[in-house]
């Protein structure tokens, strides 16, 4: 069946820093990939988005590009601030569009 | 335009009582999910509808665990009665359609003693 996996936590990064967090995928055809971010005591909120393969999706200066061929779409940020401390998590959308399961997140500490 | 509304926010109840969640979500949505979501962990589905139908429910707990939702719109998600292992964050999301992504409410913190 479909999942994903993402690098372990935490990720403790210095302000300014660059950031990867990686995700890869097993899924069948052409699903959809998202990267959400969850805030201390808030729900999850959609960070950027992909639906097909060699899409780069980008948002608040992060950037994935959906790499069928490696079956990733790692998370990057150029230069992270404190502000961008919180959980985030991979996930994928199946080609019908029907489920969509979660990676089990990655924490980002970034200090100051 | 207005995010999903989840109450209450936060609630604290002994094993064997019985709770109620509350979901509306984004006009328009049709479909709502309910997810659960333990401490240091992923969401994990419970339940998802469309429109009123019943669309996912195989992860739902169905001895104890019951949703509806009314006429399309807000759904409720029931625990009766409650176990310490249902401690987790309880978090609605709708979507127009899966493959664009989901807005999730803030969801409830749920604390079985």
């Known amino acids: 069946g479909n999942s994903v996996t993402q690098m372990e936590g935490p990720v403790t990064l210095s302000e300014e820093a660059f950031l990867t967090i990686n995700c890869t995928y097993t899924?069948?055809?052409?699903?959809?990939l998202f990267w959400y971010v969850q805030y201390p005591g808030e729900g999850l909120q959609l960070l950027l988005k992909?639906?097909?393969?060699?899409d780069k999706g980008s948002n608040k200066g992060f950037e994935a590009t959906y790499r069928k061929e490696t079956t990733s779409f790692h998370l990057e940020k150029g230069s992270v601030q404190v502000s961008d401390s919180a959980v985030y998590f991979c996930?994928?959308?199946?080609?019908?569009?029907?489920?969509?399961?979660f990676g089990a997140g990655t924490r980002l500490f970034v200090k100051a | 335009e207005a995010g999903v509304a989840q109450s209450p926010r936060y609630k604290i109840i002994e094993k064997r009582q019985s709770v109620a969640f509350w979901c509306n979500p984004i006009s328009g949505h049709a479909t709502l999910y309910w997810y659960q979501q333990i401490l240091g962990q992923g969401p994990k589905l419970l339940i998802q509808?469309?429109?009123?139908?019943?669309?996912?429910d195989s992860q739902l707990p169905k001895d104890r665990f019951s949703a509806e939702r009314l006429k399309g719109v807000d759904s409720t998600l029931k625990i009766q009665p409650a176990k310490l292992e249902d401690s987790a964050v309880y978090l609605c999301?709708?979507?127009?359609?899966?493959?664009?992504?989901?807005?999730f409410g803030s969801g409830t913190r749920l604390t079985v003693v």
């Open positions: 899924a069948t055809g052409y699903p959809s």
């Open positions: 509808f469309q429109n009123n139908g019943v669309v996912d």
């Open positions: 992909a639906t097909k393969a060699d």
């Open positions: 999301a709708s979507s127009l359609e899966q493959r664009y992504g989901y807005t």
């Open positions: 996930a994928l959308s199946d080609t019908g569009g029907f489920k969509t399961i």
